[in-house]
């Protein structure tokens, strides 16, 4: 399959390293990339939205362009469109529900979640909004102040998640203007950013926006690799620019069935997370959503997988194995 742009070779440096020539050159069909009509894909395009960025090409094309653990994160599957499976629905944590304000999603007592943005560097496939991320508002100032005076008169709450989507697909200044709104609350210990452009698109990690995120001295950024062969030399470069303007950087990954369901994947994928400075917080089982089951991997398995892996790494580069379960307190271990 010839692919285009012949591996970006033509690409002007400064253009490559600019997040914004990346956006804009964003690829959102995948007929662009040579597939017909044949292997469902277009169909699943429909209903999911696709969208990779040249970064994310250039990465799938080195990695294997159709059944790497890139590729499989990243191009639609017809396998999207059958279910729900039992135990699946649009919204499992009832975020449409449990949301007092637009873009406010209020699940447990001590925290909220703000819908800063609704981009994305990348559609994933196995994404637990992927049915939400139309439902959902990301408000505008005026909202978030809303927001603000909400979390106020909820003195218990004690940190802020700017989700989405992906906050940082924000300009700068609107970024720093969110977190700062909240950062600045006595009651607020943690602004937490939930992002994947650390590894999706880590050319807008820049210098400026770390060292303005990292003066807040309140911000925590949790990312997404779920393969080592995400840790790519500007990937690692985004993390140490994070970490090196003071930020905790943290990972949460999927479980996903074939992107990285083996011992030996995992482990290579949280020891390159720790050479990175970034902290393997979590493992979470693909969420019970509808669209996602073909990535899904049994608890039991998952559980499996963690003895194997716990015997393989040291307890720095070991995450909790968890799943988040609709109207539980909290993460839960998977079941041994
Ligand atoms: S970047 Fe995050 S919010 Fe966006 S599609 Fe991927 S997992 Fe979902």
Redo the contacts with the bound molecule.
Sequence with gaps: MKLPHDDFTSVATEDWNDWRWQMRHAMTDVCSLGFGDADGRIDAQRRYPFLVTPYWLRLMRRTGFTDGPAAV?ALPDARELLGPEEGECDDPFRETELSPLPGLVHRFPDRVLVVASL????????????NL?SVHAAPDMDGIGRIRDYVVAHPAVREVLL????PLLLDDDAIVERVEIFASLPQIDAVRI????PC?LPMRVTDALATRLGASRKVWVNT?FNHALEITDEAAAACARLVDAGIPVSNQA?LLRGVNDSADALADLFRGLQRMRVRPYYLFVCDPVVGTSHFRVSEERAAELEDEVASMVGGLALPRFVRDVPRAPRKLPVRH
Excluded: E, I, W
């Design positions: 994160q981009a994305c560097a990348m559609r994933c496939r196995h994404c637990t909004r992927k991320l989700s989405g989507g992906d939930g992002t994947r452009v999706t997404q999927v």
